[in-house]
């Protein structure tokens, strides 16, 4: 036993593999357990998927501007997004909250009322959870149970040499809204009446407080008969997620920083902070977009794609995992995105 070895020094997913390296399958349903984006479940003809997710006040949300009703939307919606992930239809959600006295009745209905709406809008029953006190403000646990046919799930391990690197949407967004805010929070400490200064940043405030999971472009792809070799949503940042999809697939990687979708709006922000954008890109994490590859065969399907980019492509392990920056140098990958274990 590590008694001394601090939870910081692993990191969320070395404690993790700390933690469940040695767990042993046993039963024949168990189909994937740890280390992907949800387990799976032989149902009989179905495969169920299960994810599960947690968010604490004060490091995952912070209620001075998190509105309640956008906390229960964004709680529910990241976990519709392991599933989609997996390339699986999200189903049921059971909902567990700690719960401090300063919360009222009223200020629960505004967090259900998100969940409900996230529910409703991906086609999800609630169908379950559990409530209890807690001396640590609100604490947020949802699970979600999906489903997939056998041979439509998609792992992180499946990938190989010359698959293309594609991703929906763009990406930074969320992180610089998460900037706005805090910006804004601290320019009106002690104000009374401060008007926060959001105009012309809607996009990115919207990306950070009610984030959306990509459905859409599952449903697209499998719509064109494009099933990805593997697959992974980024929630801590597009390096630290590519660097799963390689190192469980055992490859290296290639990524062109002038392939890197950036919204308009994530740019300006990152010039008022001084940021450079492709770091934030990068690291940001929280956009819920969908990181995948395809075969290089199947190229000119996906670039004609609109809301997907193509911006790299895997390589062999040896080659390792690296950013070609505009003027053709390389640098290395470094998974710098959101670690909830450190300091």
């Not at 392991?82 to 239809?89: K, Q, V, W």
């Amino acid at each position: 036993m590590d008694q001394d070895v601090e939870i910081s020094s692993l990191g969320e997913f070395g404690l993790i593999h700390k933690l469940t390296d040695d767990v042993v399958l046993k039963n024949p349903s168990s189909v994937k357990g740890v280390g992907d984006d949800a387990a799976v479940i032989d149902n009989g003809g179905k495969r169920t998927l299960v994810t599960t997710d947690m968010l604490l006040e004060g490091v995952h949300f912070d209620l001075t501007y998190m509105p309640l009703k956008h906390l229960g939307y964004k709680a529910a919606v990241v976990n519709f997004s392991d599933i989609y992930a997996m390339n699986g239809t999200p189903k049921q959600i059971t909902v567990s909250l700690g719960v401090s006295r300063r919360f009222t009745v009223g200020h629960l209905e505004q967090l259900y009322s998100g969940i409900k709406l996230a529910c409703e809008i991906y086609g999800v029953d609630l169908v379950g959870g559990d409530t209890c006190a807690s001396r640590t403000g609100l604490n947020i646990s949802i699970t979600c149970i999906g489903e997939a046919s056998d041979d439509e799930i998609v792992y992180r391990h499946g990938a190989s040499d010359s698959d293309l690197i594609c991703v929906s949407g763009d990406l930074g967004a969320a992180y610089m809204g998460l900037q706005l805010l805090e910006r804004e929070r601290v320019a009106g400490e002690g104000i009374k009446d401060f008007n926060p200064e959001f105009g012309g940043k809607e996009y990115i405030l919207e990306r950070q407080l009610k984030p959306e999971a990509r459905r859409d472009i599952v449903e697209l792809l499998k719509s064109l008969q494009i099933k990805p070799t593997s697959m992974i949503d980024i929630s801590d940042g597009l390096s630290s997620e590519l660097m799963h999809l390689c190192s469980q697939s055992g490859t290296g990687c290639r990524i062109y920083e002038e392939r890197i979708p950036i919204d308009y709006q994530t740019a300006v922000m990152a010039e008022e902070i001084n940021m450079n954008v492709v770091t934030a890109a990068l690291n940001g994490g929280e956009d819920y977009e969908l990181l995948f590859t395809v075969p290089l065969s199947r190229h000119d399907d996906v670039k004609a794609l609109e809301g997907i980019k193509v911006i790299g492509h895997m390589t062999d392990k040896s080659l390792g995992c690296a950013l070609v920056t505009r003027d053709g140098n390389e640098f290395e990958l470094k998974a710098q995105g959101w670690n909830a274990f450190k300091q």
